[in-house]
């Protein structure tokens, strides 16, 4: 489970009068944030009966709870009700989770029949979501530090920042700090280019970007991975840290703070692009052979589609056939055939000797590379 789930202090609960529950009213469970901001108070207030009292309740770890019943899992035209589960709370009314947190509930207590489930748990929220929480599941330690953190609003001040430190963000995150620099930024400006060729005879406008420097901004990386494993790096910038910083995870400077400041040096965020220092590079063989057999070409209507630049101002569009293991492109268009006739290359051998492929590198005002486009 999620560690940046939200613990809070006080929730309060509506009610809707339902004859397919046990009580004969069913809940809806939102909370006071660590502002004291009722959250989802709009939607709670639309669904609620106002005639039902309302109830404000600690959010304390409590026993008792009963699962219930499946509600939901239904399609009817444009009626769709995911499934969720329905739990007896011991103050006397009913609420719902989803499958996923049922699961969760399983893997960690028992449910006896006739008795509920073990132990003593909490109302968290995932994002907009209602989580009921076992205390005993050993995720509960964990999350229940970070909402102490979060409650006790000791938040991470600006003056207190250290280079190469780690921090923990309201989310859970954790961002390493680069340092304060001039964030860069582009502006567009409409300018009338004269034109004024259409029927109704209006001006026609062209829009241009101008390079500008948004002033002194502190700037984050955080270091993460997909889902399938490959990793890569996001960059935070802030004018003010307000809220967003909850803990330091550690104050000692991260060993690789060198190499992510190179990364850092080649974001457009620290430098703007400069145009004049773009360079076209012949490819070398075996470089374009291996760039070709790393590609994972685009299907497309005649076959495996692969672009390259044979010339800065001309993009080749050939395609690859897998049975033949060779290179044509579609050449004329055959009427009778209703389709293009497909003229073979060869090898990547051949290609490479009849396109002669090219790249790209683009530069950042500061000189570090930005980007190769091949």
Known sequence: MKSNIIIPETIKVGFQNRDDTYTKKLAYVIYYDHKGVLRKEASWNSWRDKDIPDLSLSNIPTSGFVLNKKAGGYSSGWNHRQ???????????????????????????????????????VYGWDGKELVLLPIGSPDYHEINSFNKIL??????????????????????????????????????????????NDYWNRPQYKYTYLKISKGKYHFFVREAEYGWGEKYKSLLTLKSLGEKF?????????????????????????????????????FPFQEFESHVNSKKFRDSHWGSEFKL????????????????????????????KMDYEKIYIGDITKVFNQYSPVYKNEYLENGKIYRRIN
Not at 99 to 121: A, H, M, Q, R
Not at 161 to 171: F, N, V
Not at 181 to 196: M, N, Q
Not at 247 to 270: G, H, I, P
């Open 83 to 121: 499934t969720y589960v329905r739990v007896y709370d011991p103050r006397d009314f009913e609420f719902e989770i989803s499958v996923p947190n049922l699961l969760y509930i399983l893997e960690n207590t028992n449910s006896i029949k006739g008795k509920g489930v073990e132990g003593e748990f």
């Open 151 to 196: 409650h006790d609003k000791n938040f991470v001040k600006s003056k207190d920042l250290i280079i190469g430190a780690t921090y923990k963000a309201k989310d859970n995150q954790e961002w390493i700090y680069m340092g304060r620099f001039d964030l860069k930024a582009t502006k567009s400006e409409r300018v009338e280019d004269g034109r004024s």
């Open 309 to 336: 630049y044979s010339s800065p101002d001309k993009r080749e569009t050939i395609y690859y056939d897998i049975n033949s293991k060779q290179f044509y492109n579609a050449g004329k268009w055959i009427k009778e």
């Open 246 to 282: 909850i803990d330091v995870v550690s104050s000692e400077c991260v060993s690789n703070y060198s190499d992510l400041f190179d990364w850092l040096e080649r974001q457009t965020e620290y430098s703007h692009r400069d145009e004049s220092k773009d360079e076209w590079v012949k």
